[in-house]
């Protein structure tokens, strides 16, 4: 299967958005414009970066792409053509988890560029995001909130510590199990959630869970 035409990686200095150098423009720019548009407002508040391999990115492209971004509350980042190419050369063909400084709030958070397996535990004493899926049997304990740039399907547990204010939010929902400072949800196969970018939070004694609406 071929790479992703567009694809964020997540670094130490942010997002660094690699698109194909083989495709053209305007399938990029389409893609691009739709990732953002199913992100429903998550990377908002994070710097980023544009790379392209093997070609310097022409002006007026760089300007067109870097303006669909900030549309969606992105921060250009003014790192230098070298620390992208060495970050990018690295992660090539790798599976990483890189620490990332700070979110929109200033909070330490983990940012995990992969999706997570079977078997696959990711744990962190501040927030997640995951830019990819939870697979069943894959595990990821917090003790803030997480964020998951795709489906979850695995075994989620957010505000380990007892932070009631934790949330969980992800592109689809239909985990194994979901707890929130030491609350459980196990869903029902009868009352599946609903369809589409959710939010799980607690009220009161119970998780509830809400669309996704960015801000909130």
Do not use: W
């Amino acid at each position: 299967m071929g790479r992703d035409m567009v694809n964020i990686k997540g670094t130490r200095n942010g997002l660094v958005i690699v698109l194909d150098a083989n495709r053209e423009f305007e399938e990029i720019r389409n893609t691009l414009l739709r990732k953002m548009k199913s992100a429903k407002g998550f990377f908002k508040g994070a710097t980023f970066s544009l790379f392209q391999e093997h070609r310097e990115i022409p002006v007026h492209e760089k300007n067109e792409l870097e303006n669909i971004c900030r549309q969606f509350g992105l921060i250009p980042n003014k790192a230098d053509h070298t620390n992208l190419r060495t970050i990018c050369t690295e992660n090539r063909g790798k599976q990483t988890i890189v620490r990332h400084s700070e979110t929109v709030t200033g909070e330490a958070t983990l940012m995990v560029s992969r999706s997570l397996r079977s078997g696959q535990r990711v744990t962190y004493p501040g927030h997640i995001v995951v830019i990819g899926n939870i697979h069943p049997g894959a595990e990821v304990v917090s003790g803030g909130s997480i964020i998951i740039m795709g489906y979850c399907r695995g075994i989620i547990h957010a505000g380990t510590g007892g932070e009631r204010s934790a949330k969980i939010i992800a592109l689809s929902f239909a985990p194994t199990v979901l707890s929130i400072a030491g609350l459980r949800y196990i869903p029902k196969r009868s009352e599946p959630l609903p369809a589409g970018c959710l939010v799980a939070k607690l009220s009161g004694q119970k998780m509830i869970f809400n669309k996704f609406k960015p801000g909130n």
